[in-house]
C-alpha cells in the first residue's frame, strides 16, 4: 500500500510503498476514506514525541470504509462506514469497564505508537469497542476533520468542565481545536472568547461566531477577558499546549472557575511555572483531557446529523497524500485559518 513515513524527524516525510496493513483477530482493517492533518501530527514528525520512532507512518484523525473483519469482530462488516477515536482502547481492563478508555493502560495511537492513517489502509484492534458507526449524512472530509480536535474539544466541553448555557468561554489559540471549541461551545448556548496572535485567525474565529476576539499579542488577555466578561471567564480552553497561554488560561478565570487543559505540551513545555496564587485564591479547578472514548461518539455525531452545529467551516483543504509533509511543516510556524485533510491517496 503507498504511505507515508517519518524516516527522518524534521525532514519530509518518505512517500512510497509499504507492507499490507494485517487484519486484527479482533479488529478491521479500513480503507482510509480521509485523514486530517493535525498539529500532534507535527509533534510526533519534529521528534518530541518519545513514542514515535523513525518509520513510523503518522496519521490519527481518519474514517473509513470495513475491507475485512477479524473472526472475533461482531459488530462491523464489510461496507461499514466507520470513524475512530485517536486513542484505542482494550475494552478489558478496569479503567474501560469505568467509561475513561482514554486511560487505558494497554492502549494502541495510531500515528504514534501504532502505524497510522496517512497511508491507504489502516488496522483497527477491538473494534468492537472502539470503532463508531458514521452517518451517512456526515460527509468524509468533515469527519476526519473532527479528528482528536473536534472529538476532544467535546469531551473537554462537557464531561470534563461541565459547561453549561450562558457561561462564559475563553479559547486561547484558534486552531482545530479552538475553532471547534469555539463551535460547540456556542451550539451549547455558551459565549465566546477567542484569543490568538494572528489577526486573520481571530477574524475566521469572529466568523464563525465567536462574541469577542483577543490578539494577546497587543492586549494583556486575562484582563481583557475579565473586563469583557465582568469578572473572568467560567471555562477557559487551552489549546496549544505552551506555558504562556496556559498561564493566561488560568488568570483570565473568575473565582471558582475551570481550565482544561486541551493542548499537548511536548518539548520544552512538557515543565511550566503556573501561577499557583491563582488556583488558590480563585478556587480553580483545572482538568486535563486527551481524546474522547468510542462510546461518547454517538453524542456528537448525532448533533451534527441533526443539523444542530455546522462544522464544515472547519476544513479549509482538502490535499492529496503527497501533498500531507507540507502540511505538517507548516506548523513550523504560523499556520493559516482552518484544517487540511486528505482525501486522495492515490499520490
Not at 500532534?40 to 490519527?60: E, F, L, M, R, T
Not at 477557559?236 to 505552551?242: K, P, R, T, V
Not at 478556587?283 to 454517538?298: C, H, I, S, V
Request: hydrophobic content about 45%; glycine content about 10%.
Amino acid at each position: 500500500m503507498l504511505a507515508a513515513q517519518i524516516t527522518e524527524f524534521n525532514a519530509p516525510l518518505t512517500l512510497g510503498q509499504v507492507a499490507d496493513t494485517v487484519c486484527p483477530v479482533d479488529g478491521v482493517v479500513l480503507r482510509v476514506l480521509a485523514c486530517g492533518v493535525c498539529r500532534s501530527d507535527w509533534h510526533a514528525w519534529n521528534g518530541s514525541d518519545p513514542d514515535v520512532k523513525p518509520g513510523q507512518i503518522p496519521g490519527h484523525e481518519y474514517c473509513g470504509e470495513v475491507i475485512e473483519a477479524g473472526a472475533q469482530c461482531r459488530d462491523w462488516k464489510v461496507g461499514d462506514r466507520v470513524i475512530a477515536p485517536f486513542i484505542l482502547a482494550c475494552n478489558r481492563c478496569p479503567s474501560c469497564a469505568a467509561g475513561h478508555q482514554t486511560t487505558c493502560p494497554t492502549q494502541a495511537v495510531p500515528g504514534f505508537t501504532h502505524p497510522g492513517a496517512f497511508a491507504e489502509y489502516i488496522a483497527v484492534p477491538q473494534a468492537d469497542g472502539n470503532l463508531a458507526r458514521l452517518p451517512d449524512s456526515i460527509d468524509v472530509t468533515l469527519a476526519a476533520a473532527l479528528g482528536c480536535r473536534t472529538t476532544t474539544a467535546w469531551h473537554a466541553l462537557t464531561d470534563r468542565a461541565g459547561l453549561a448555557p450562558g457561561e462564559w468561554v475563553a479559547v486561547f489559540g484558534t486552531g482545530g481545536v479552538g475553532l471547534s471549541a469555539l463551535l460547540l461551545a456556542k451550539a451549547i448556548g455558551a459565549r465566546v472568547i477567542c484569543v490568538d496572535i494572528v489577526p486573520e485567525k481571530l477574524s475566521f474565529a469572529k466568523t464563525l461566531g465567536a462574541d469577542h476576539v483577543v490578539n494577546s499579542a497587543e492586549a494583556d488577555a486575562p484582563a481583557a477577558i475579565r473586563d469583557l466578561t465582568g469578572g473572568g471567564a467560567h471555562v477557559a480552553i487551552e489549546a496549544l499546549g505552551i506555558e504562556a497561554t496556559t498561564r493566561a488560561a488560568m488568570q483570565c478565570l473568575r473565582k471558582l472557575g475551570r481550565m482544561v487543559q486541551v493542548g499537548m505540551p511536548a518539548g520544552k513545555h512538557t515543565e511550566m511555572t503556573l501561577p499557583m496564587d491563582a488556583l488558590y485564591s480563585g478556587q480553580l479547578a483545572l482538568f486535563g483531557t486527551r481524546g474522547m472514548p468510542g462510546w461518547r461518539y454517538p453524542s456528537l455525531l448525532n448533533m451534527i446529523d441533526a443539523g444542530q452545529v455546522d462544522l464544515s467551516p472547519l476544513v479549509a483543504r482538502e490535499i492529496t497524500l503527497s501533498q500531507a509533509s507540507d502540511e505538517v511543516a507548516a506548523f513550523n510556524g504560523l499556520t493559516p485559518p482552518g484544517v487540511a485533510v486528505i482525501t486522495d491517496f492515490s499520490r
